[in-house]
């Protein structure tokens, strides 16, 4: 595979397109992820701090003065492919008080530990009326253990948030009862194969494809229940 497959192929694990269906076992989750992200950034202006960025999956969508990643030295997964641009000690971000114009952080809340110190930490840095995109699951497996210690349902993330000097502007709910329960049968046939490695995938997909358009086909038909969901995706501003 030449490197331009291979990064279309890692870009449709984050940033599905339709063609993602025939990549990716997680288009059901990560495909309405991208697309609520995508609708929120441009909304984030200035200097950005990517808080936990991992390899900054999503960078590619903000269009600001400068992006900077920070993420611990020690994590649930392997740092190999990451983009960090500083590493802090998980207390204390070495920012000076009101410095940044905006803030991402994806998927990162679930490993913390203590989120009301580290939320209070990172308001600290934020400007007065900064930005905030943050994505949390709700329905998820076990994943970075053993850094896995929440799942927070939108009322539970809503007083968090407010409770540490936010104002949450809006909050969305990802996905729907079928899409989950659809996805998650795909997740456990990939958890199932993955000891396979290569033909592991291979046949995990197999299974994959006529599930994910089953579930896509099957959400169109069924009532919608939001109570099930995959993710919770919040823009909130400092107060």
């Known amino acids: 595979m030449d490197a331009r497959m291979w990064n279309f ?45 991992g390899r900054k999956p999503y960078a590619s969508l903000f269009q600001v003065e400068r992006y900077v990643g920070v993420d611990v030295a020690s994590s649930g997964h392997d740092h190999t492919r990451s983009q960090i641009d500083v590493v802090y000690d998980g207390k204390t971000l070495p920012f000076a008080n009101d410095y940044f114009d905006s803030l991402v952080t994806f998927e990162v809340l679930e490993h913390i530990f203590n989120p009301q110190e580290i939320l209070t930490e990172v308001n600290r840095v934020m400007k007065p009326g900064a930005s905030m995109i943050m994505t949390v699951p709700f329905c998820w497996n076990e994943h970075e253990i053993p850094y896995d210690y929440a799942r927070y349902s939108s009322y539970g993330l ?22 989950v329960i659809t996805q998650l049968l795909i997740l456990y046939l990939f958890e199932l194969f993955k000891p396979l490695k290569v033909p592991g995938y291979a046949l995990t997909m197999l299974f994959a494809i006529p599930l994910t358009l089953s579930g896509l086909f099957l959400s169109l038909l069924l009532p919608r229940d939001k109570k099930l969901y995959f993710n919770n995706v919040v823009f909130a501003k400092k107060r």
Request: hydrophobic share 45%; with cysteine; charged share 20%.
């Open 9 to 53: 192929f890692l870009n449709q694990v984050f940033q599905p397109s339709w063609w993602g269906v025939f990549i990716t076992p997680f288009f059901l989750i990560r495909r309405p992820l991208f697309i609520e992200i995508r609708k929120l950034a441009p909304s984030c202006r200035g200097l950005l701090l990517d808080f936990g960025c």
């Open 158 to 179: 809503r007083h968090l948030l407010q409770k540490c000097g936010f104002e949450v502007i809006s909050l969305k709910k990802t996905g729907n009862h079928v899409q």
